[in-house]
């Protein structure tokens, strides 16, 4: 591993070593490779929908909890959060240019185990002009120390007609492997139905949450018409919701669907929407990831219990 910011691999992993780490590793769920971590049981998957690849329905978005730097305290907890996400079956790790330190974090982080991780490597082009575009991409890969990028997408639609073509090519050369665009606000949404309308894409990263369901009425059944994986982003409305429902009983069928907190029931809510591909809730700590993760396993809300929840939240 090279250098990064005068820290050697040595000096690396002493400063991860305030956490355990052990990384083992169609509308339709199907189901990932059991682990011992998840008791035999498997996360459920969903297929990408322009290649049937399986892809684990909860995932890690790297914003604010993985901009920090080694020496910082909450540095130490990040190998156990990767961990965690691993052990119970999730692969996708999202990251961006936009996010500070976080593609550098990751990167440092995963590169440190032999073998390397199973991540599923998502990130970003967040700048303007077709060289700045290769300059912050190629850069990308140097953080992250890997030679392909699993997806990378245009952040916030950011001159995306030039960005486009450069993404298409390095596709069709592998070094990425997908393709897509991203938004987190309604006032957006316009602009992203005309450019999934016009333009071949393998995803799109949208804000969806139980308190923020706008994406409900044309963007999701678009990318099913369309045939385009859906990542959400902001999953517990930033983090508003989560305050809101803090305190409430949980519903009496939620030890049904396995759910045991209010946080894997908001992320079940979405994962049963059927153009659902996979969500990302962020966080630098390891409990949460686990808690997280959990929404991954076992019965989906029907369609009576997504109503229930909707109401609770008027």
């Known amino acids: 591993m ?97 996010y500070g330190r976080a593609e550098q974090t990751t990167g440092e982080l995963l590169s440190i185990h032999r073998p390397r991780s199973p991540a599923f490597l998502a990130t970003k082009v967040w700048t303007r002009g077709r060289e700045e575009g290769i300059a912050q991409m190629e850069e990308s890969f140097k953080l992250l120390q890997t030679d392909r990028i699993d997806l990378m997408q245009i952040h916030n639609l950011l001159d995306w007609k030039t960005h486009l073509p450069t993404l298409r090519k390095w596709k069709e050369e592998g070094r ?36 923020d369901r706008g994406v409900e009425k044309r963007l999701l059944p678009l990318c099913r018409e369309r045939g385009v994986a859906v990542i959400c982003n902001r999953p517990f409305g930033g983090g508003s919701l989560i305050a809101r429902l803090k305190g409430k009983p949980l519903p009496g069928w939620a030890a049904q669907v396995e759910v045991s907190s209010w946080p894997q029931l908001a992320l079940k809510f979405l994962l049963a929407h059927p153009a659902v591909t996979c969500v990302i809730p962020g966080t630098g700590n390891p409990r949460y990831m686990t808690e997280n993760a959990g929404a991954g396993f076992g019965p989906m809300l029907t369609g009576a219990q997504r109503e229930q929840l909707i109401d609770l939240v008027g």
Not at 63 to 71: E, L, S, W
Not at 179 to 202: C, F, N, P, R
């Open 176 to 211: 990425i492997r997908y393709i897509g665009i991203t938004h987190y606000t309604a006032s957006a949404y316009d602009e992203v139905e005309a450019v999934l309308k016009a333009e071949q894409l393998d995803f799109l990263q949208i804000n969806y949450a139980l308190d």
């Open 2 to 98: 090279s250098h990064t910011d005068g820290y050697t691999r040595r000096q690396l992993l002493t400063l991860a070593a305030g956490a355990s780490v052990v990384f083992t590793f169609d509308p339709a769920f199907a189901a990932s490779p059991p682990s011992k971590e998840t008791g035999g049981k498997n996360m459920l998957t969903r297929a990408i929908p322009s290649s049937t690849e399986p892809l684990p329905v909860v995932g890690l978005g790297t914003y604010r909890g993985f901009d920090v730097a080694p020496g910082e305290p909450a540095y130490k907890d990040l190998p156990a959060v990767l961990s965690a996400l691993f052990q119970k079956g999730g692969t996708v790790v999202d990251s961006s240019p936009m």
